[in-house]
């Protein structure tokens, strides 16, 4: 008798890789001539995970959203793990913004997956399990069809496979 294979599908960010994309914006932003002078610049926040943006003026924090964007982008951290809020005043007269990161599927999501998931008509049992959605089957072909699937459709949050047992 075959053993159940499965796979747990999750959305992190990695934080080692968010670290070093923050850093090179910092570089960026202390070097680049443009900014020479300006209270421009880019702050991690770990508990709860976000980015805090500031800038002298509305312009330049669209300069400071793209610079980070370029290097999120380019260390591999999806775009849609964050949440962008609206351009904020600071009484100084400086501007702010704030972005915050999303770790783990919420309800609705997990829920959307699932329904992906048993829309294939495969033989696997998805199930929510707090943050993840856990994937078993006993055919490793119908697992490796789940996960092109995942692989091609937008959720809206970026997703990966973990624990590919």
């Not at 090179?24 to 209270?39: I, M, P, T, Y």
Request: net charge neutral.
């Amino acid at each position: 008798m075959a053993a159940d294979h499965s796979f747990d599908i999750v959305s992190k960010i990695n934080l080692q890789e968010l670290r070093n994309a923050i850093q090179q914006a910092q570089k960026e932003l202390v070097n680049r001539f443009d900014f020479k002078g300006s209270s421009a610049g880019v702050t991690l926040e770990e508990e709860p995970l976000g980015l805090r943006l500031t800038a002298d003026h509305d312009v330049q924090l669209g300069s400071v959203v793209d610079v980070v964007k370029g290097k999120l982008a380019k260390r591999g951290v999806s775009l849609q793990s964050f949440t962008w809020a609206a351009m904020e005043a600071i009484p100084s007269g400086a501007v702010k913004q704030h972005a915050e990161g999303c770790q783990g599927l919420s309800s609705d999501t997990a829920r959307e997956v699932v329904k992906a998931i048993k829309g294939l008509g495969l033989k696997v049992q998805p199930r929510i399990e707090g943050e993840t959605v856990r994937v078993s089957g006993k055919q490793i072909d119908e697992l490796q069809a789940v996960v092109q699937m995942l692989n091609a459709r937008d959720f809206g949050v970026p997703i990966q496979v973990e624990n590919y047992r």
